[in-house]
């Protein structure tokens, strides 16, 4: 009954790679988030998706794209991967794009680029 | 753009002691939540506390509570009694009401609680 899931949780790969990350929410919630923390433990946005469309796009190279195939599921694809991908990778919900709404945050994913 | 700052990398305490953490941000807004966030070694991350900048009075919850300062711009986290799995990183973190709603994160705090 986890309320929102990754997988993987580990994904190591190598520079140039293409790879996915998914995510899913069983909360019923309108808006889904990619987050990034890098080595330094710093966490930025990339994404965000409400009721399927994008509405935050920070800047993040394009070789990143997020697809919401659903209002369940926020995916990322990362093309030709590079060494400073490695990060650990969030995905969160909240029910409305409101800060009144918690978000819930997944397990995580730790990318590693060799 | 907002930015949020939190001056303490490391804080170390003994168990049941308090432990005040800081937060300092900046914004021209006036409608804003600002969060604490904890990250256990287990790496995920758990919303602590949160604070409407509305509101007057701090927000508490259990054994945490802030000390919400709008003037000065300071939201610190305060622990009392505190207990070992207290141990974790904490974020602080601002998101405004209005416009894209992101979480704006702090660089966070690596707060050890020691036995």
């Known amino acids: 009954d986890t309320a929102v899931s990754q997988t993987p949780k580990y994904l190591v790969t190598q520079m140039g790679n293409d790879k996915s990350i998914k995510c899913e929410q069983n909360?019923?919630?309108?808006?889904m988030y990619w987050y990034k923390q890098d080595s330094k433990k710093f966490l930025k946005i990339m994404f965000s998706?409400?009721?399927?469309?994008?509405?935050i796009n920070e800047t993040v190279p394009n070789r990143f794209s997020p697809k919401s195939p659903d209002k369940a599921h926020l995916n990322l694809h990362i093309n030709s991967l590079e060494l400073g991908d490695s990060a650990v990778y969030f995905c969160?919900?909240?029910?409305?794009?409101?800060?009144?709404?918690?978000?819930?945050f997944g397990p995580g994913t730790r990318l590693t680029v060799t | 753009a907002q930015t949020v700052t939190q001056s303490q990398p490391e804080m170390s305490v003994q168990e049941a002691e308090t432990v005040t953490l800081s937060c300092t941000y900046d914004?021209?807004?006036?409608?804003?939540?600002l969060f604490w966030y904890k990250q256990p070694p287990s790496r995920q991350m758990i919303l602590v506390i949160r604070?409407?900048?509305?509101?007057?009075q701090n927000a508490t919850e259990n054994r945490f509570s802030v000390n919400f300062q709008k003037a000065a711009k300071s939201f610190s986290l305060k622990i009392s009694d505190s207990q070992l799995g207290d141990t974790a990183m904490y974020f602080c973190?601002?998101?405004?009401?209005?416009?894209?709603?992101?979480?704006?994160f702090g660089q966070g705090t690596r707060l050890t609680i020691n036995p």
């Open positions: 969160a919900s909240s029910q409305f794009a409101d800060p009144a709404y918690e978000q819930y």
């Open positions: 914004t021209s807004e006036n409608n804003y939540y």
């Open positions: 604070q409407e900048a509305y509101k007057q």
């Open positions: 998706y409400n009721n399927k469309e994008l509405i």
């Open positions: 909360l019923g919630h309108d808006t």
């Open positions: 973190a601002f998101m405004r009401r209005q416009g894209a709603q992101k979480l704006v």
